[in-house]
């Protein structure tokens, strides 16, 4: 029964790849994110989307791309993958009538 | 955009110990979340917590919208506590949080 979930959990790669994580949450949702942990722990938003709305931070490569096949689920697409992108990502969710987010269990990123 | 600090950055506790961490934010918001992230990095809700006060067990949080700022006190501190709080804040259209630097935790037996 969880609640928002993220595939795969660890994800090595080479400098150049492209690769995507996957995100569905079963909460019936209608507006999904994507934030991006460093190595310090800080965390930064990366994405708001819902099915009327996409909002980008300004500060996300435009490598980066989410794409959602319906309202349960949120992919983050990258392209070629680059060392500073390494970092666990996280995907949640919320309700369009309130604003309380639940967060993914994370991805962790490595790129060699 | 707006800014979140939290302090104090690390705190080190004896079990049983009571702290009260802080977090000071810049600007009106309609989202404060507390969440506490584990030692296997999972980020858990603490308090969904905009205004007012809110207590769960242990925790508790209090927000003063009007005077930008919000306390998460923890009682009794066991070990299972240590980790990181992150409080994070939203104000914007798309309700994307700004998070805090988060407090560090270290509650020892």
């Known amino acids: 029964d969880t609640a928002v979930s993220q595939t795969p959990k660890y994800l090595v790669t080479q400098m150049g790849n492209d690769k995507s994580i996957k995100c569905e949450q079963n909460?019936?949702?209608?507006?999904m994110y994507w934030y991006k942990q460093d190595s310090k722990k800080f965390l930064k938003i990366m994405f708001s989307y819902n099915n009327k709305e996409l909002i980008i931070n300004e500060t996300v490569p435009n490598r980066f791309s989410p794409k959602s096949p319906d309202k349960a689920h949120l992919n983050l697409h990258i392209n070629s993958l680059e060392l500073g992108d390494s970092a666990v990502y996280f995907c949640?969710?919320?309700?369009?009538?309130?604003?309380?987010?639940?967060f993914g269990p994370g991805t962790r990123l490595t790129v060699l | 955009g707006i800014q979140v600090e939290q302090s104090p950055p690390d705190l080190i506790l004896q079990e049983g110990a009571n702290s009260t961490l802080r977090c000071n934010f810049s600007?009106?918001?309609?989202?404060l979340q507390w969440f506490h992230q584990n030692p296997w990095g999972q980020l858990i809700n603490l308090f969904y917590?905009?205004?007012g006060t809110k207590q769960n067990g242990r925790l508790s949080a209090t927000t003063v919208a009007t005077e930008r700022y919000s306390l998460l006190y923890i009682s009794s501190s066991q070990t299972t506590d240590s980790g990181v709080y992150f409080c994070a804040v939203g104000s914007n259209a798309g309700n994307m949080l700004t998070f805090g630097g988060g407090t560090r935790l270290m509650v020892k037996p």
């Open positions: 600007d009106s918001v309609n989202n």
């Open positions: 949640a969710s919320s309700r369009a009538s309130d604003y309380e987010q639940f």
């Open positions: 917590i905009p205004s």
């Open positions: 909460l019936g949702h209608d507006t």
